[in-house]
């Protein structure tokens, strides 16, 4: 579990548009570009890697866009983006090429404003090598004066690296052309997207964008600004997605500090898709680090999945809306569809350190609730962990704490894979905590209850005081203890009381 935290740790670090300079080329330009982010953005093993990529795409969206000649792409490590991505490779997975561009942006040189690319050798990945068209890569470096050698801007980049994988898996015969391009000018990539559109000329191609969107913003903002960007960047109009992103930007949102971190390469494959014919963009997904069961809702990058094509757009099949109706109540399928996302969080974690993001699902069970996720082996608590904030969708908790109850629940060892096939789930959905005056406002056996003095806090269940058969005062002692505080503190403590509605596996079978 400890690796999923270095996961969401990483890609903080690495993933912030600014650059650091880097002063040499580390290795020749005919040389193969070994990983560097493997293990780290996607497993390194190739076994492991193959599962991964396999689970994406039998979970991905199906291929829906009708003649694609580019797919937009993020570029965050798998257990972010990975199942996004593998939503756009799957729109093009049937398609035999010849060529694929990948345009990836620049996270780690200063100053670099150019195309640069990496012309000739290969890209290695722990499932294999893909090699680079030197024909295509000699002939955009002939005619653009703009797309430039550039070995250091390739070095510790990721947004071309974590494509890679993809392409080998799903296009093993396939060449690649990696360029990232250094800045959203229009002109520049007006003037590449011709010179691309010349060099694939009577070739099986397709270009990929590797982008994601928003950064660090509130999970709502996240998804206010992600729809606009993306619906945008479908209209095909360069002026017109600079100038929305620009406008986003001047909005002042609260933490958000790009739309867009790839709008260069998304430029660069709009401008190049155009002269190959595009007229249409379609939306295929959206999602964001907050709907991880290892994300935050505070802090979150956005994904979206696009397809440029020639033809019909059609209505997106993921465009995200926010859960307003705080009076839902569940139904029975949607606690087996939690239950379900619960068991399959931690069965796709144990094969491929991947994660599923909670789809089918009924729209309302995006609505923002805190609850626990409790597993039991033969009757016997297994683990035990929640979260109490409404701050993060329904499904997303569920995923989350499923994890938290599995991996991190300090009074038990950590699950084994081989016990997962014998501990049942239970989820208990919170309704929003009300302080109460004083003890006589609980109601044992209807009423969760939270304790809190001072910095020091604790929470029961309703279902606690009915299995353990303690008097209002034990319960509230025991709450105190298990708080770091006293017998007797309840008394002066603030107290708040919630509801839970409680299920599980062997109830909903």
């Known amino acids: 579990m400890k690796k999923i935290f270095c996961y969401l740790i990483f890609l903080l670090l690495v993933s912030s548009c600014k650059g650091e300079k880097l002063n040499t080329n580390n290795f020749e330009a005919d040389s193969t570009r070994l990983p560097v982010f493997a293990n780290q953005f996607y497993p390194g093993d190739s076994l492991t890697l193959t599962k991964a990529i396999k689970t994406f795409i039998e979970n991905a969206k199906p291929a829906a866009a009708?003649?694609?000649?580019?797919?937009?792409?993020?570029?965050?490590?798998?257990?972010?983006?990975?199942?996004?991505?593998?939503d756009a490779y799957n729109q093009v997975k049937n398609n035999k090429y010849d060529v694929i561009v990948v345009l990836g942006t620049n996270h780690t040189t200063a100053g670099f404003t150019n195309i640069g690319i990496y012309p000739r050798g290969a890209f290695s990945?722990?499932?294999?090598?893909?090699?680079?068209?030197?024909?295509?890569?000699?002939?955009?470096?002939?005619?653009?004066?703009?797309?430039?050698?550039?070995?250091?801007?390739h070095s510790k980049e990721h947004s071309i690296e974590v494509q890679i994988p993809f392409i080998k898996y799903l296009f093993p015969g396939a060449k690649i052309v990696p360029l990232i391009v250094?800045?959203?000018?229009?002109?520049?990539?007006?003037?590449?997207?011709?010179?691309?559109?010349?060099?694939?000329?009577?070739?099986?191609?397709?270009?990929?964008a590797s982008s994601d969107l928003s950064h660090y913003p509130s999970f709502d903002d996240a998804v206010k600004v992600d729809n606009i960007t993306l619906k945008t960047i479908t209209g095909l109009n360069l002026s017109a997605i600079s100038s929305e992103m620009q406008k986003e930007m001047n909005q002042n949102i609260d933490q958000l500090v790009t739309c867009a971190c790839g709008e260069a390469p998304i430029l660069a494959a709009v401008a190049s898709s155009k002269e190959l014919g595009a007229n249409c963009g379609s939306i295929i997904s959206y999602s964001n680090s907050g709907y991880s069961s290892v994300g935050s809702a505070d802090k979150v990058v956005g994904y979206g999945a696009v397809v440029l094509g020639a033809g019909k757009s059609y209505p997106p099949a993921d465009v995200d809306t926010l859960m307003t109706d705080p009076s839902y109540k569940l139904n029975s399928t949607d606690k087996r569809a939690l239950l379900k996302y619960a068991r399959k969080t931690?069965?796709?974690?144990f094969s491929s350190q991947t994660l599923p993001l909670p789809r089918n699902m009924n729209p309302k069970l995006k609505i923002k609730r805190g609850a626990f996720v409790t597993l039991k082996k033969n009757g016997?608590?297994?683990?035990?962990?929640?979260?109490?904030?409404?701050?993060?969708?329904?499904?997303?908790?569920?995923g989350a704490m499923a994890?938290?109850?599995?991996?991190?629940?300090?009074?038990?060892?950590?699950?084994?894979?081989?016990?997962?096939?014998?501990?049942?789930?239970?989820?208990?959905?919170?309704?929003?905590?009300?302080?109460?005056?004083n003890a006589d406002e609980i109601v044992l056996g209807r009423d969760g209850v939270v304790v809190k003095k001072g910095e020091k806090q604790a929470v029961y269940l309703p279902q606690v005081a009915t299995e353990t058969g303690w008097s209002k005062e034990m319960f509230l002692d025991q709450l105190c203890y298990k708080a770091g505080l006293?017998?007797?503190?309840?008394?002066?403590?603030?107290?708040f009381t919630f509801q839970a509605d409680v299920f599980s596996e062997s109830e909903l079978h």
């Not at 931690?346 to 974690?349: A, F, I, T």
């Open 182 to 208: 250094g800045e959203p000018d229009i002109k520049m990539c007006v003037k590449f997207g011709q010179t691309l559109a010349k060099a694939l000329k009577n070739k099986k191609a397709l270009i990929i």
């Open 380 to 398: 016997e608590l297994r683990g035990c962990i929640g979260h109490m904030a409404e701050t993060t969708p329904l499904c997303s908790v569920v």
């Open 346 to 349: 931690l069965e796709q974690y």
């Open 66 to 86: 009708e003649n694609p000649i580019a797919i937009i792409v993020p570029h965050a490590g798998y257990i972010f983006s990975g199942q996004i991505a593998a």
């Open 125 to 153: 990945t722990p499932i294999g090598s893909v090699k680079i068209d030197e024909v295509v890569s000699q002939e955009l470096l002939k005619e653009d004066p703009d797309v430039t050698v550039n070995l250091a801007v």
């Open 403 to 437: 994890l938290q109850a599995a991996f991190n629940d300090s009074r038990f060892s950590q699950l084994t894979q081989n016990e997962l096939s014998k501990v049942e789930f239970e989820i208990s959905v919170l309704t929003p905590f009300m302080p109460v005056k």
């Open 486 to 495: 006293s017998a007797g503190d309840w008394k002066s403590a603030k107290l």
